[in-house]
């Protein structure tokens, strides 16, 4: 990780303490996922699964910024384009546990 020294930060014992917790959290997170111990490198796991594994990749075009513009004050702007995409491509479902696309009416693959 690189620092930049240029803009110093003198944050309080209390936002300190608070910070160091979110990077905590953060670096566990990063870890560890569902209890899945990661290994390898970003580049490795999606090589994994983009070239040899189940995921193709494919670019998003107008149909999918079309599916976007419909579902824009819906979503977040990562669950909007998740879904747009989703639409535009007629895959069978979304892999994601979140909530908010499923209560939205679109099937998902995750609990």
């Known amino acids: 990780m690189e620092y930049s020294h240029r803009y110093h930060a003198y944050p309080t014992q209390e936002v300190a303490e608070r910070l160091d ?5 953060h670096r566990q997170a990063y870890k560890t996922v569902r209890g899945v111990e990661l290994s390898g490198t970003p580049e490795r796991t ?6 040899t594994g189940p995921v193709s990749v494919t670019r998003d075009g107008d149909e999918t910024m079309t599916e976007y513009a419909a579902v824009v004050d819906e979503f977040s702007i990562h669950d ?32």
Do not use: F
Not at 99 to 105: F, K, M, Q
């Open 80 to 111: 909007g384009l998740v879904v747009a995409s989703h639409r535009a491509h007629d895959t069978e479902a979304v892999i994601t546990a979140d909530g908010v696309i499923r209560d939205a009416g679109v099937t998902t693959l995750w609990e």
């Open 46 to 51: 999606r090589r994994a699964l983009v070239e």
């Open 21 to 25: 917790y979110h990077i905590d959290v």
